[in-house]
């Protein structure tokens, strides 16, 4: 199968959620909670099983956060793995800062992927060797080459739990977000300079966006592993950072620079 091919799988399958998704109201959905206290809605298992009966063939493995997991996927050379509604939380308080995730690993490495934000109008899609479209149109990270004057999106959680206050007058703007799906795909398209998150991470969270990045020329960092491949036995990973390709050294410095104040 060709890569084009698969783009077109992940397009299709986004535009079938987008149909799914039409029907609820951001700010006013009924909410249930997990075994571990996190937020889930109709909305959630609707696009999970739209996005499961349109992507997975024979033969290809699927990761979601909202299926229990069948671990031949770890058998499987190509797997799906997604996120049906990243951001359920901002979702469900109406801030339009969610997103569908849909990213395909191939032999441990995200290869393609598609981001779509209903709520903006956004649609990032791309794969290795073929760049990265916004709604169309050709982009890719930013040439920044230093923080001073960047806008760096971070979790809005963990804004809220003040864990971005030792990042506050180092020169770039931070500005929260909710779905880590949905800043990577920012990152991607240009829109902002970088993203990173010090805690971990699940993969559905990431795999879409991290395929995105290094599709538009960017560059991806995985916490404590460099050379981590995915499609884990465990999906939970340390955190992680997306920049455009000169800003690498300038974000190590302002960690290290910071890390007595976290």
């Not at 671990?71 to 469900?92: A, I």
């Amino acid at each position: 199968m060709s890569r084009q091919e698969d783009l077109v799988r992940i397009e299709e399958a986004l535009r079938l959620a987008e149909k799914v998704l039409e029907p609820f109201t951001p700010g006013a959905i009924a909410v249930e909670r997990k075994a571990g206290g996190d937020p889930v809605t109709e909305a959630d298992w609707r696009v999970n099983e739209t996005l499961y009966n349109a992507l997975p063939r024979e033969g290809e493995g699927w990761l979601s956060e909202e299926t229990v997991d069948d671990l031949e996927r770890l058998d499987k050379s190509r797997v799906w793995v997604v996120d049906p509604l990243d951001g359920t939380r901002e979702f469900v308080e109406g801030l339009p800062e969610w997103s569908v995730s849909v990213g395909l690993v191939e032999n441990g490495q995200p290869v393609a992927g598609g981001i779509l934000n209903p709520a903006t109008g956004q649609l990032v899609i791309g794969a290795l060797g073929h760049g990265v479209n916004l709604n169309g149109e050709a982009a890719r990270v930013t040439d920044r080459t230093d923080l001073e004057g960047a806008v760096v999106m971070a979790s809005r959680s963990e804004v809220r739990r003040g864990e971005w206050k030792r990042f506050e007058d180092q020169g770039f703007e931070v500005k929260a977000c909710g779905s880590v799906a949905y800043k990577l795909a920012m990152v991607a398209a240009g829109i902002v300079d970088a993203t990173w998150t010090l805690v971990p991470k699940n993969e559905w969270d990431v795999v879409a966006g991290v395929a995105l990045v290094r599709a538009a020329g960017g560059q991806i960092e995985v916490l404590n592993e460099p050379q981590r491949a995915f499609n884990q036995r465990v999906p939970l990973m340390p955190g992680l950072l997306a920049y455009g390709p000169t800003l690498h050294d300038s974000i190590q410095d302002v960690i290290a620079r910071t890390a007595d104040s976290d």
